[in-house]
């Protein structure tokens, strides 16, 4: 019995190393361990064994079997591993991997982002409003009257309702003085529509960050020293910023705020990236009036309105807002 154990499994492990694939290993160990298998054959000669001797044969038997399963094991994973070199043979596999393109923010996102950054650390908080308006919020509430050319068909675009696109984000310093008591220190980032041609410096839809402060004796100078402010921390301590007298219906005085533009191969030029001015007392007055709650008598604040387009110009030197709009990947992948 001994022997015959030393025997099948010396034949086990010959048979074993010789399996060539996956296929031949199963066989052997059928043909080993299998109901009819010669391993299994010789250990059904234990019931012929005498029982003194039973211990030490069944214990050569366990190890033999532990062995041959060792020795199936191992030649599984080589086995295994052969066939993983065989397909990948031809294939270098320490190459770098095919990259599919990343997307980027937009330049727009990106500064708009900045920006709002900035000015919330400045203590201004998040407003909204819609983009489809009624004629009082854009127009009406900001002392805007009805024969000013910026109501005029030709530069708004009007819904057959009367509602419009709104022109400007100015319409959520209504809507927010409607609802709110002062202090007031909101911006509202987002997108304004005009029936504008469009050129190197325009877009008929476009974005723009709103900003609005309302307390008591707010001065030019607030308004002068936070647009300063914020303009430098965006575009760095040397940047080249004046205030044009100008005129709103809904500010006054009011101003609008040019920044030096230096292009690549253009000569420097002022772009206007903003208007604003103090908040003028007839738009209070019409706010109180409609909500009927005369929140703002005895207020003054300051109120602003820039181009985000015209932000992301200077910031990167773009010499042309079109360039914004075209999806022009060679443009995008830029600023990734
Ligand atoms: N709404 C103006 C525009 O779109 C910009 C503007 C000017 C906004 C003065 C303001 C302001 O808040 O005070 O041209």
Redo the contacts with the bound molecule.
């Keep these: 019995m001994k022997e015959q154990i030393a025997q099948v499994q010396a034949e086990a492990m010959e048979i074993l190393s010789k399996a060539a694939d996956m296929k031949e290993l199963e066989q052997a160990r059928v043909a080993i361990l299998g109901k009819k298998g010669t391993f299994t054959r010789v250990q059904q000669g234990m019931k012929d064994v005498p029982k003194e001797e039973k211990p030490v044969v069944g214990a050569l038997l366990n190890a033999a079997r532990t062995e041959i399963a060792a020795a199936m094991d191992q030649r599984l994973a080589e086995l295994q591993a052969q066939a993983d070199a065989a397909a990948v043979s031809g294939v270098d596999i320490t190459l770098p991997g095919a990259t599919l393109p990343a997307g980027g923010l937009h330049p727009i996102s990106l500064v708009r982002e900045e920006a709002v950054r900035i000015l919330r650390r400045m203590g201004f908080t998040l407003a909204d409003g819609p983009e489809i308006e009624d004629e009082w919020h854009c127009f009406d509430a900001l002392n805007t009257p009805t024969d000013h050319p910026a109501r005029n068909e030709k530069d708004t675009f009007y819904f057959d309702s009367g509602k419009l696109l709104r ?4 319409t959520v ?1 209504a809507r927010v003085m409607e609802k709110q008591a002062p202090p007031v220190r909101i911006i509202c980032p987002g997108s ?1 529509f005009r029936r504008d041609a469009i050129d190197a410096t325009h877009l008929s839809a476009f974005n ?1 960050i ?3 402060y309302v307390d008591r004796e707010v001065s030019v100078g607030d308004l002068k020293g936070t647009l300063e402010y914020f303009l430098k921390a965006l575009f760095g301590d040397e940047t080249a910023v004046r205030f044009r007298p ?1 005129f ?1 219906p ?2 006054e005085p ?3 705020i040019d920044v030096l533009l230096q292009a690549a191969g253009q000569e420097p030029r002022w772009i206007e990236i ?4 103090m ?1 003028n007392p007839a738009v209070f007055e019409n706010i109180d009036l409609e909500s009927g709650k005369n929140f703002y008598v005895g207020c003054t604040g ?4 820039i ?1 985000l387009e015209r932000l992301a110009m200077i910031r990167w030197g773009i010499r042309d807002i079109r360039l914004l709009i075209e999806n022009d990947v060679r443009f995008l992948a830029q600023f990734q």
Excluded at 167 to 170: A, E, F, H, L, P
Excluded at 274 to 277: P, R, T
Excluded at 302 to 305: E, P, Q, V
């Design positions: 022109t400007q984000t100015s310093q304004a723009q709103e900003g609005l100008h709103f809904f500010t009011s101003f609008e903003a208007g604003c001015g908040v300051f109120a602003f309105g181009g």
